[in-house]
């Protein structure tokens, strides 16, 4: 297998809010082709493009209606081209976004199913109800409180949904399924595409029969379709008759294991590249759920880290490291501060992820230390189904709109969602048009891509050097991880080690100073990059300033 990525960064961009060149308030793809010099600069080798495919935008193009097109508002087929042409030149590999565990309920195979085509019934999930009125199990779906089958009276059938009932699940026992899939992922190799990411690819194989799941109330169903009974013979399958296993591949895990994991991503076992899981992005869910708030727990983020560092080293596994993406609310406004020390908490999140061992993700704005939205007035101003679900939920269940909007405040994926700041123009530079599709963050006049493109001091700027090391030092696209002071609650720390060579991480996570001792008595530390100016070059320094982050040579 192609071992490459170990020394990539991958560059995630949500072309809906990437940049718009047509005005329509929604970005295109020519858009992300304008912004190729500025991803270049980046020194990344792959964009991950979110779905662009014909949908109905349920669920932004998670919801796909036809998987060999692109969705006009996005562009054409010849757009797309020319991006991977011209990504390509600049030595960037484009990796698609397989949204394979459901499709859009419009799309032609859920159609003809409708139409009772005993073919296309069999392509997806469809069962008798237990009852009049009554689902065939108790399964929820995984957005918002709720069943994941929905009724279809003139077929007196229902069809399972993992995600909106717009979104009808797969049947993927189904071997000719499987070899659509197979087909779709053929004619975007065919194109030129370098890499794929898999959508929830561990929700695809469900158990048999599926069962009732009556004595676990509040994750009805879960263990009956996350890494299912046949989930590694179907990857391996997928991978084996298209030849996937020379291209970069990442599968989304969702509530996985690192067992699973370990299995998922060894190069033996011929299944992907890297997995991305989620554990250590709950470290602010009270009571395991996303809606209820928490300061984030310094002490679960480490053990998780660590426990997923050290289990995929020892499995020889590969993780995907990321600390943001679409679904998920601005790290700096997480694990760091948006406020006083925002450029410092957002390079020190920056160098904790970046240096870690597996292939890092940037998503759009992070780099630049995008937050999450504080000017969302009214639950209006939000679009995300998932928000706009769980905000009713919460209202039913006796919160306030102002607790409710606070919920989304923190925790809506519209907050990683809002239009890329470019500059402190119109629209922060993102859309020419009258209303981008999602309102633009207050903030854009300070946080914005024009500001910091030039300043060797930016976050940016932070970022770029960081990419490059991984380039540079094989210590730290192949070196060991080894934690160091775990039992810490403010700082994250941790040594890289191969061939003799050693390099030290040490992250203070915090608004105040700490003292953090050297780990060798007589070592020579000697600085490869800090984030604040005046760090000592050649001494390790006894205190840590807030949110500062170092990383020394140990020699
Ligand atoms: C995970 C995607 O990242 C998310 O945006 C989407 O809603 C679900 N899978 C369903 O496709």
Redesign the pocket.
Known sequence: MNANFHKSTVYQIYPKSFRDTTGSGVGDLNGVTEKLDYIAGLGVDYIWL?PFFPSPQV??G??VADYCDVDPRFGTMADLERLIAEAGRRGIGLML?M?F??TSDEHIWFQKALQGEQKYLDYYLFRPGKGPGLPPNDWDN??APGSAWEYVPHLDLWYLH???KK?PDLNWDNPAVREELKNVIRFWMGKGIRGFRF??LNQTSKAEGLPDDGENPGKNGKRFYTDGPHIHEYIQDLVRDTGLDKLVTVG?M?STSLAHCQRYSNPKNKELSMVFSFHHMKADYRENSKWKLMPFSMRYLKDTLTEWQLGMQEAGAWNAVFWC???QPRVVSRYGDDGKYWAESAKMLAMAKQLLRGTPYIYQGEELGMTNVKNYDDISDFND??TLQNYDALIRAGSTPAEALEVMHQRS?DNARTPMQWNGGRNAGFSDGEHPWLKVNANYETINAARQVDDPDSILAFYRALVALRKEYDVISDGSFEPYLHEREDVFAYFRRLGGKTLLVVCNFYGAETEVPAPEAGAEYRLLLANYADTPADRFPARLRPYEAVAYWVE
Request: net charge negative.
């Open positions: 979110t669920d932004n998670y919801d976004d949204v565990n459901h995984t957005v993992l995600y909106d979104q959508d929830v989304e969702a993406n679409h679904d189904t998932e994926r």
